[in-house]
């Protein structure tokens, strides 16, 4: 596709269900970023991935959260056992540059509500 | 601790007129600078960047400047539209964690 697909875009779930948030970035980008934005707040990170490098897993909150990227594409953020307080916008992001070098290219966003 | 940050987080703009939205950065070793803009419900987009061996960059309507001396660049929107109201972040390289952002409203 011509951007970041992000899916689902809305995503409601109750409280200690787990939950799959996808991402595709852009054909050719190697590195790929996912991102927290609750209500009015900036971006937190969550985990970067860079090629075949091993990922950068320091934003992540907890160790429910975990993520993959398979064949250096799509991208897989799950949140197992999920509370309220994750409740929140997932934004994923791809570059051709590393860490944060170049512009990063968002997707729309996955929002998670957690009853 | 190193933090980029904004200072103001809201901007109210009368429609037609110039809007400056300031940033403010910690590490003197960043030396590549983003803006992206994020209208409500979408993922940010970018919308200018500037190296450290620039001053100032412009674009079409906006400008950045950056002053190294004091760790602080600035966006500068010309003629502010509706179509501008969005929050503004700006973002340093290697860092990657945003801060809150400036919301700018433009009054009609």
């Known amino acids: 596709g011509a951007g970041v697909s992000q899916s689902p875009s809305n995503k409601v779930t109750e409280k200690g269900k787990d939950v799959e948030l996808r991402c595709d970035p852009i054909?050719?980008?190697?590195?790929l970023y996912w991102y927290r934005q609750s209500l009015g707040q900036g971006l937190e990170f969550l985990i970067y991935?860079?090629?075949?490098?091993?990922?950068?897993k320091s934003g992540l909150p907890s160790d429910r959260f975990s993520a993959e990227r398979t064949g250096g594409s799509v991208s897989t953020l799950t949140i197992q056992r999920t509370q309220q307080e994750d409740s929140a916008v997932y934004l994923c992001?791809?570059?051709?540059?590393?860490?944060?070098?170049?512009?990063?290219?968002f997707g729309e966003g996955s929002r998670l509500t957690v009853l | 601790g190193e933090s980029v940050g904004l200072h103001l987080p809201t901007l109210s703009v009368q429609e037609g007129d110039n809007s400056i939205i300031n940033c403010a950065y910690s590490?003197?070793?960043?030396?590549?600078f983003i803006w992206y803009k994020q209208e409500s419900g979408k993922g940010p987009q970018f919308i200018i960047d500037i190296r450290s061996n620039m001053d100032k960059r412009q674009g079409q309507r906006v400008t950045v400047l950056l002053n190294k001396t004091v760790k602080h660049l600035s966006l500068q929107i010309a003629a502010t539209q509706p179509g501008d109201s969005a929050v503004y972040f700006c973002?340093?390289?290697?860092?990657?964690?945003f801060g809150a952002g400036t919301t700018v409203t433009v009054r009609a």
């Open positions: 992001a791809s570059s051709l540059r590393t860490k944060n070098t170049g512009e990063l290219f």
């Open positions: 991935f860079q090629g075949n490098s091993a990922p950068d």
């Open positions: 590490n003197s070793a960043s030396d590549y």
């Open positions: 054909s050719g980008h190697t590195a």
């Open positions: 973002a340093e390289n290697y860092k990657l964690s």
